[in-house]
């Protein structure tokens, strides 16, 4: 089965009744966790972003102290999968703020994480990504933003 497009989707959505649209948002949240998740995003958790970010913040938390310090092996591999769990946070939200108040948080976790990342070359270059992939966001924000978020990059850099 092929997928349509969007723009036929949305044309097909409009001709339904509010009955009609829960019942398919019900049976679409049964499929993917991703698309359960999006949807508690949605409706509970949209008109709060600090709140969202706050609590995405304290997932964070447990997930870095969850990782096995045995290995870099097994650091790299709980970061790659921390920076996933953002990724997705960030899009559900859509909000450059968000996804910079996220990766900022990621980077200062990860930057006083012990042991260091320093001694390993593989999570310093995802320390760096993340550094330049917060100033080319921060870069399309409005001018206060920036100036804010410039400065805890300075902070991190530091």
């Known amino acids: 089965m092929k997928a349509v497009s969007v723009a036929t989707i949305k044309k097909e959505l409009q001709q339904l009744s509010p009955d009609e649209l829960t019942e398919l948002c019900l049976r679409l949240s049964k499929f993917k966790k ?59 939200s859509l909000k450059k703020e968000t996804e910079v108040e996220l990766l900022l948080y990621f980077c200062k976790k990860l930057k006083t994480f012990k042991p260091s990342i320093k001694n390993n070359i593989t999570l310093t270059n995802i320390f760096e990504r993340q550094i330049l992939l917060i100033k080319k966001i921060v870069s399309t924000l409005h001018e206060d933003l920036q ?6 990059l300075d902070e991190l850099k530091d």
Do not use: C, P
């Open 34 to 92: 991703e698309n359960k998740e999006l949807l508690t995003y949605l409706l509970f958790e949209s008109h709060d972003e600090t709140g969202y970010i706050e609590s995405v913040q304290q997932e964070i938390d447990e997930q870095f102290e969850l990782i096995n310090i045995n290995s870099y092996f097994y650091i790299k591999k709980s970061v790659r999968k921390i920076l996933r769990n953002i990724k997705k946070y960030a899009r559900y």
């Open 147 to 152: 100036y804010d978020y410039n400065l805890m």
